[in-house]
């Protein structure tokens, strides 16, 4: 699933290809695509026809683009989740239509179309309510924000992830106490910081809270300088390019390969029926409780 530098990118390419223009008509191709719009595939194309695009924004792994009319905004926003294998791409209207093409927006100035592709249809869209143009859509509120935003409160998550009684790995893919962070750069985080995922929260110290934020905040900059992490054509950005920070892994995928940091071949647990990857020797398992 994509993550923060997976979703940043694409915003990035929105704000760069879609923000200012106007919305001539939209297609839905497919239900699923809109399931989110719980007033129906109707109510989401009449909501978004002859609205402009005000900006776009991002919160978690979660897109937001606020929408004006004649100028004034109208009190609403096309929020984007791009599931599983969503994509959001920017083509000029002669080209092909992709086989997976879910929705399709047209804007009236003839230039570029927006399309959603989404090959598992885990995705969506929908518009949402939002108060102040600038203000998170209601359904997103409960997403914390991530640790590359300036608002970030360190101090506030460090007591937070300390109070909790579960993992660590289980605490950063909680997207109510860290935004963004998923499978992958949960593990490349653990990595830099030393720590194995099953270490239970409350056991951390206050040093090691502060170098767990560090390789986060460290993992996903790296990622998004090289246009987040592609394993397959699925994660793209707007022009339907790959990131390349797949080659830059030190643990994610990394079974049997050796550790950057000791050497040491890495291994691959189970965990919460997906995988995680950690260096034996540098990320030892914790002690069993008593």
């Known amino acids: 699933m994509p993550e923060l530098p997976e979703v940043e990118v694409v915003r990035r390419g929105l704000a760069r290809w879609v923000a200012g223009r106007t919305i001539a008509s939209v297609e839905v191709r497919h239900p699923r695509a809109v399931r989110r719009h719980l007033e129906g595939a109707g109510d989401f194309t009449a909501a978004l026809t002859g609205v402009t695009v005000a900006a776009a924004h991002r919160r978690g792994k979660y897109l937001w683009l606020p929408l004006t009319r004649d100028g004034e905004p109208v009190g609403r926003a096309l929020v984007a989740h791009l599931g599983m294998s969503g994509q959001l791409l920017v083509e000029k209207p002669e080209e092909p239509t992709e086989k997976h093409l879910r929705a399709r927006f047209v804007f009236s100035d003839g230039g570029r179309e927006l399309r959603f592709v989404d090959q598992r249809t885990f995705g969506g869209l929908a518009v949402e ?52 962070v998923g499978n992958i750069y949960a593990d490349e985080s653990l990595w830099r910081a030393k720590l194995h995922g099953a270490r239970p929260t409350d056991t951390l110290t206050r040093a090691q809270v502060a170098d767990l934020l560090a ?75 008593r």
């Open 129 to 180: 309510d939002t108060p102040d143009p600038d203000d998170v859509p209601t359904r997103l509120a409960h997403i914390a924000i991530d640790p590359l935003e300036p608002d970030f409160d360190t101090e506030a998550f460090t007591a937070a992830i300390r109070r909790r009684r579960t993992e660590v790995k289980r605490a950063l893919l909680d997207q109510t106490l860290i935004g963004g």
């Open 215 to 289: 390789g986060v905040r460290d993992v996903l900059t790296q990622s998004l300088a090289q246009g987040g992490t592609s394993f397959d054509s699925l994660y793209v950005d707007v022009n339907g390019q790959s990131g390349y920070f797949s080659r830059s892994l030190a643990v994610y995928g990394q079974l049997d390969r050796p550790c950057p940091r000791c050497g040491t071949p890495i291994r691959r647990e189970s965990f919460m029926n997906r995988s995680r990857y950690s260096c034996p020797v540098c990320q030892p398992r914790p002690r069993a409780r």
